[in-house]
Structures are given as structure tokens and as C-alpha cells.
């Protein structure tokens, strides 16, 4: 069982990732001409609370993580909510083929500083882009490691300018920046801040 398989059930219980899949979505929303004719994917979905708050403005949502206890919850809420726009799927980018679906919108959130090779994973969601469709992709600015620990063995968040780099170098167009919600972590005798940004590009 993965450490996500485990937090599954209780994910959806934190009032942050509450708020913070809220912000993201109305971040998204500024920046992308959102319609119910749009296909979307949200890749390393969890239990889907990004999507579940895109939902409304959006066709069809295909729900995309490798953990297979987050599709599980999120499978349940789809059903529990009778949402005929939304639909699971298992997939790891690293060791799976890709899709043969194409999308007019990809989105994800606090997913790519877990994926070691940012560039293939870049590379790989810009292939699933229709022409024209936008990319979205929330995350940490880079920080000196303590949002997760010493026991992290991903990125401590990313560089906006360097993330943007490997976006235009992957052939995304239009990248911006936008910084969208911010969290705050006690870590020994004093809080943190941690500011979450979105990035949205598109590919031409």
C-alpha cells in the first residue's frame, strides 16, 4: 500500500486542501475560458477535489492517479454525487502507455513535485493536449525542504521561471504565473508560509 492508498480515506477530512482545491479551481477559472464543451483530465486527481469544484464548468472529466485507494474515494463520490461527467482512471505516467484520448484541458495540483523527471512529465502531458488546449499545473515555489521533511525524496517545489523554461522547451506556449493560495505550516517554535502558484500554458 503506498503512503496515498493510506491517506485515502481520511484526505478530504483537512479543511486546507479544502480551501486550497477551491482557490485553484477559481485560479483556473481566470485563466482559462472554461465551457461544458471542454474534455478535461486532472492528472494525480486523489479523491478528485480539484475536480469536483471544476465539475460544473466543465464536459467530461477523466480522473487520473496511480493510487489506486484515491480513485477508490473519488469512484465513491462520483457515484454518491451521480456525476455522469466524471470517470476514474489508473494510470502511472512513468511506467504506463499514454492515453489515446486527447484533452482541452489538463490541470493538476500539488502532483508535480512528486514526479522525478519534470521535463518527460511535461513532455508527456503536452502530448495529451488537443491543439489549442491549455495546461494548468499548481505546485509549491521552490522552499528549502521543510513543507515535507527529510524524508522527501521529490522536489522542494519549483522555480517559477525554470518550471516555465522546461514548459516552452516541452513546445507549451502563453506560460504564466500566478500565485493563488497560500499555506501556512507550524515547524518547530514558528509558522511558515508556503505560497502555491499556478502555472498556465498552452499548446499551439
Known amino acids: 500500500m503506498s503512503q496515498f492508498d493510506a491517506k485515502a480515506a481520511t484526505w478530504d477530512a483537512d479543511p486546507v486542501k479544502v480551501d486550497r482545491s477551491a482557490a485553484v479551481a477559481d485560479g483556473i477559472r481566470r485563466c ?17 477535489l480539484l475536480s469536483f469544484f471544476l465539475q460544473p464548468d466543465l ?3 477523466t480522473l487520473v492517479d496511480s493510487s489506486a485507494g484515491m480513485l477508490t474515494v473519488a469512484a465513491q463520490k462520483i457515484a ?44 508527456d502531458l503536452y502530448t495529451l493536449l488537443e491543439p489549442g488546449g491549455y495546461l494548468c499545473v499548481a505546485d509549491l515555489d521552490a522552499e528549502d525542504g521543510t513543507f ?17 523554461g522546461l514548459a516552452e522547451e516541452a513546445g507549451l506556449r502563453e506560460v504564466t504565473f500566478s500565485t493563488v493560495f497560500r499555506m501556512t505550516r507550524t515547524r518547530g517554535e514558528g509558522a511558515r508560509e508556503y505560497p502555491i502558484f499556478l502555472m498556465r500554458c498552452r499548446k499551439g
Open 32 to 48: 482559462v475560458p472554461v465551457s461544458r464543451e471542454l474534455r478535461a483530465m486532472e492528472f494525480g486527481c486523489g479523491t478528485g
Open 59 to 61: 464536459g467530461h472529466i
Open 80 to 123: 454518491d454525487g451521480g456525476f455522469d461527467n466524471m470517470s476514474p482512471l489508473k494510470l502511472d505516467l512513468a511506467t504506463d502507455p499514454l492515453p489515446a484520448e486527447r484533452f482541452g484541458l489538463i490541470y493538476s495540483l500539488m502532483t508535480a513535485h512528486h514526479v522525478p523527471d519534470t521535463a518527460r512529465l511535461l513532455q
Open 148 to 164: 515535507h521533511g527529510d524524508d522527501f525524496d521529490g522536489h522542494n517545489g519549483f522555480d517559477r521561471a525554470h518550471l516555465g
